[in-house]
């Protein structure tokens, strides 16, 4: 004790930083320890957390998941009317959006926007007007992407005359879809419906699908893996940044293109269109992405998430073990660099399905192979870096089929844990463009966003009621 008094003190601080101020102020040497309390505090989630932490059952459930999605073998195989692949589409007017379930009051701008588009699409209705009057009035069933195994980048509007990639597991019965990618500029996902998207829309209908087609019947299925893998050696993330696995997706076409029966002329504006798109990729990777998780949905005791998804107004997640519950909270905002001329005052809350591909591993959780999107969002090389390492803490395991150069080749972090989210207060982060809050004026920006945690806690309430705990429950569901 006597030399404890004589030597210099060097504190670890738990807690309150404030707590370390005096001995700073004095000479002493503090280490400050990121820690706060699991589960914002909440005392019965986090016992049930203890409980589930130590629970084999769990642990067994989420070892079989995680080999269950690393075994899927995601192949680009076909593309298809949305209505042929999702006959719930023929049946009656549906219309599927991005995000959790949402009705037409509480819509965000773009998305409203997007609803428009796809009624004057379906040739629903003449005019703007009477497509909102026709969307409003309950004449229209919406439904989230997700719940009919699609996903949708942004308002993520899907039709029944929209064509979808078709993405398959080589290894299973798994089947994902999505869009195409429109491009940039004033475009259907960010709410805009004027003639020239509508026209943009019929020319992917009539043209650059059946192309892509035929295409993909001759060239055979293209495996997603190796490529979606060597674009991220060579700067890609797979959410905000494809230019690398676009570039090799066009290589791996054009010979058939060249090849195929469609007019000259028609496959010189495919080409065109391809070239000088460098997010089309983007839907492909979120299709692929989905296939994977949906492998591991539904498995009793597991508490991987296999689904985080944003509406403009709420963001959700769904857990492998919840079956088909939503668990959600509000909206976060991005935080980024703003477009000129623009501000925070202008951004609508964070929207799009496209947060999937976090969920499996790329985006914002493989920042760290793509440092050139970290200046993009705001940030440094160095914060693209810790990024990943953070976001490591959360994830189950890792994916060895997609290494990161930067991090000596190991592979990205895979299987978001509703316990270590909630244990460690180490949320999911996404980069990902900000979209304006009105309508069809499209992209103002780009950053990062925070999950929310109440999902997180609301999930593993739930987790934890299945396992056989009570917890009170705490969030919402829908």
Request: glycine residues 12%.
């Given at each position: 004790?006597?030399?404890?008094f004589t030597e210099p003190l060097k504190i670890v601080n738990v807690g309150l930083r404030s707590f370390s101020d005096s001995i700073a102020a004095a000479g002493g040497q503090v280490l400050e320890l990121d820690w706060q309390p699991p589960a914002n505090g909440q005392i019965e989630t986090?016992?049930?957390?203890?409980?589930?932490?130590?629970?084999?059952?769990?642990?067994e459930a989420n070892k079989f998941a995680l080999q269950t999605m690393l075994a899927v073998d995601p192949v680009l195989k076909d593309i298809l009317p949305a209505k042929e692949l999702i006959p719930?589409?023929?049946?009656?007017?549906?219309?599927?959006?991005?995000?959790?379930?949402?009705?037409?009051?509480?819509?965000?701008?773009?998305?409203?926007?997007?609803?428009?588009g796809a009624v004057l699409l379906e040739r629903w209705a003449a005019t703007a007007e009477e497509a909102e009057r026709l969307a409003s009035c309950g004449d229209i069933e919406f439904a989230p992407c997700h719940h009919f195994g699609a996903v949708g980048p942004m308002a993520g509007v899907i039709s029944p005359s929209m064509p979808l990639w078709v993405v398959a597991d080589a290894n299973g019965e798994g089947c994902a879809y999505s869009s195409l990618n429109e491009g940039l500029g004033k475009v259907l996902r960010f709410g805009a419906h004027d003639s020239g998207v509508l026209d943009r829309l019929r020319w992917m209908k009539d043209v650059l699908a059946p192309i892509l087609r035929e295409v993909l019947h001759t060239s055979g299925s293209i495996v997603l893996k190796p490529l979606m893998a060597q674009s991220l050696h060579m700067g890609d993330e797979l959410h905000n940044r494809n230019s690398a696995a676009t570039s090799l997706l066009f290589k791996r076409l054009m010979v058939d293109l060249l090849k195929c029966s469609h007019s000259d002329a028609h496959k010189v504006e495919v080409a065109n269109f391809i070239a000088l798109n460098?997010?089309?990729?983007l839907n492909i990777s979120m299709a692929a992405c989905k296939v994977m998780l949906d492998a591991a949905h539904g498995i009793a005791h597991c508490s991987l998430v296999t689904a985080m998804a944003?509406?403009?107004?709420?963001?959700?997640?769904?857990?492998?073990?919840?079956?088909?519950?939503?668990?959600?909270?509000?909206?976060?905002?991005?935080?980024?660099?703003?477009?000129?001329?623009?501000?925070e005052q202008d951004a609508s809350p964070d929207l799009g399905d496209s947060a999937i591909t976090e969920t499996a591993g790329f985006g914002a959780?493989?920042?760290?192979?793509?440092?050139?999107?970290?200046?993009?969002?705001?940030?440094?090389?160095?914060?693209?870096?810790?990024?990943?390492?953070?976001?490591r803490r959360i994830a189950f395991g890792v994916n060895p089929a997609f290494t990161i150069p930067f991090l000596a080749f190991s592979g990205t972090p895979f299987g978001i844990d509703v316990r270590r989210v909630v244990d460690r207060s180490i949320v999911p982060i996404m980069d990902t463009g900000i979209a304006h809050r009105e309508a069809g004026v499209g992209q103002i920006g780009a950053g990062l966003s925070n999950a929310p945690i109440e999902c997180f806690i609301a999930a593993l309430d739930e987790l934890g009621r299945k396992l056989g705990n009570s917890p009170p429950p705490s969030g919402k569901q829908s």
């Open positions: 004790m006597t030399t404890l986090g016992r049930a957390l203890a409980r589930m932490i130590v629970d084999s059952r769990v642990e719930e589409l023929s049946k009656r007017k549906m219309l599927l959006h991005a995000g959790p379930p949402v009705m037409w009051e509480k819509m965000c701008g773009p998305m409203r926007g997007a609803i428009v460098d997010h089309f990729f944003r509406n403009g107004m709420e963001f959700g997640i769904r857990v492998s073990g919840t079956g088909s519950t939503w668990f959600t909270a509000p909206a976060p905002t991005v935080r980024g660099l703003f477009f000129a001329g623009f501000g959780f493989s920042l760290a192979a793509a440092p050139a999107i970290a200046q993009f969002v705001g940030g440094s090389a160095e914060d693209a870096v810790s990024t990943t390492l953070r976001m």
